[in-house]
C-alpha cells in the first residue's frame, strides 16, 4: 500500500528566506501524480504545484519549485523570498495512476513565517 | 464556475441529532469525495464515488452514509451525531485519474460541525 510521509510536523521561517519541506512516499508504482497543497487559516485547500512522475523535469510555479527523486522516492516543496501569506499547512498528496485511483495525503507541515 | 460548493459552512449538531451535509459540483467530474479533518490534522477519506450510483467506504466511515443520484451531488448524512464527529468536513470532486489533465482534486471549502 502506498504511504505518504511528511516528518517535520513544523518549521518556521524568516520573511524574504527560503525554505524547503520534506515529503517521502512509498510506492511500488511506475506512475503516478505528485502534489503539494497549501491549507491557510481560512481553511481552504489550495493546490500550490504538481508533478508528473515520467516527467523528469522539476515542476516550478513562480516562488514554488520542488525537487523530485523518483529513485528515492522524496518530493520536496522549496519555498523562495518566502511572504507572511505562505503561512499555512502544506499537504504534500500522491495519486495513484492505475485503476485503484487511490489519493494519499500526508499529514501536513505546518510553516511560520517570522517577520 | 462555482467549482465545489459546500452547505452549511458552520453547524452546531446536539448529541443524537441527524444532519445532511450538502456538497456539488458543476465541473462534471465523475469521482466526488468526503475528508473530515480533526484540528490539527491531516484529512482522513469517510466515502467516495468514482459516479452516479457508485459509493465505497473510506478509512472512517462508521456513522456516516452518502448516496450519489447525480452526478453534481454528494450529500454526507450523520446519523445520531457523537461528539467524536465534531470536525472539519472538506468535499472535493476530481476526473479519473487515468483520464488526463492535471490529476488534482478540487476542494470545498469546508463545514465545520461541532456536535455538544
Known amino acids: 500500500a502506498q504511504t505518504v510521509t511528511q516528518s517535520q510536523p513544523e518549521m518556521s521561517v524568516q520573511e524574504a528566506e527560503t525554505v524547503t519541506l520534506s515529503c517521502t512516499y512509498d510506492t511500488s508504482e511506475s506512475d503516478y501524480y505528485l502534489f503539494w497543497y497549501k491549507q491557510p487559516p481560512s481553511r481552504q485547500m489550495i493546490l500550490v504545484i504538481r508533478?508528473?512522475?515520467?516527467?523528469?523535469q522539476n515542476a516550478t510555479e513562480n516562488r514554488f519549485s520542488v525537487n523530485f527523486q523518483k529513485a528515492a522516492k522524496s518530493f520536496s516543496l522549496k519555498i523562495s523570498d518566502s511572504q507572511l501569506g505562505d503561512a499555512a499547512m502544506y499537504f504534500c498528496?500522491?495519486?495513484?495512476?492505475?485503476?485503484?485511483?487511490?489519493?494519499?495525503f500526508g499529514k501536513g507541515t505546518r510553516l511560520h513565517i517570522l517577520p | 464556475n462555482a467549482g465545489v460548493t459546500q452547505t452549511p459552512k458552520f453547524h452546531i449538531l446536539k448529541i443524537g441529532q441527524s444532519m445532511t451535509l450538502q456538497c456539488t459540483q458543476d465541473?462534471?467530474?465523475?469521482?466526488m469525495y468526503w475528508y473530515r479533518q480533526d484540528p490539527g490534522m491531516g484529512l482522513k477519506l469517510i466515502y467516495y464515488?468514482?459516479?452516479?450510483?457508485?459509493?465505497d467506504k473510506g478509512e472512517v466511515p462508521n456513522g456516516y452514509n452518502v448516496s450519489r443520484s447525480t452526478t453534481e451531488d454528494f450529500p454526507l448524512r450523520l446519523e445520531l451525531a457523537a461528539p467524536s464527529q465534531t470536525s472539519v468536513y472538506f468535499c472535493?470532486?476530481?476526473?479519473?485519474?487515468?483520464?488526463?489533465?492535471?490529476?488534482?482534486?478540487?476542494f470545498g471549502p469546508g463545514t465545520r460541525l461541532t456536535v455538544l
Open positions: 465541473m462534471n467530474h465523475n469521482y
Open positions: 464515488s468514482v459516479g452516479a450510483g457508485i459509493t
Open positions: 472535493a470532486s476530481s476526473k479519473p485519474g487515468l483520464a488526463g489533465g492535471r490529476g488534482e482534486q478540487f
Open positions: 498528496a500522491y495519486r495513484s495512476l492505475n485503476r485503484d485511483d487511490k489519493i494519499i
Open positions: 508533478q508528473e512522475a515520467y516527467k523528469q
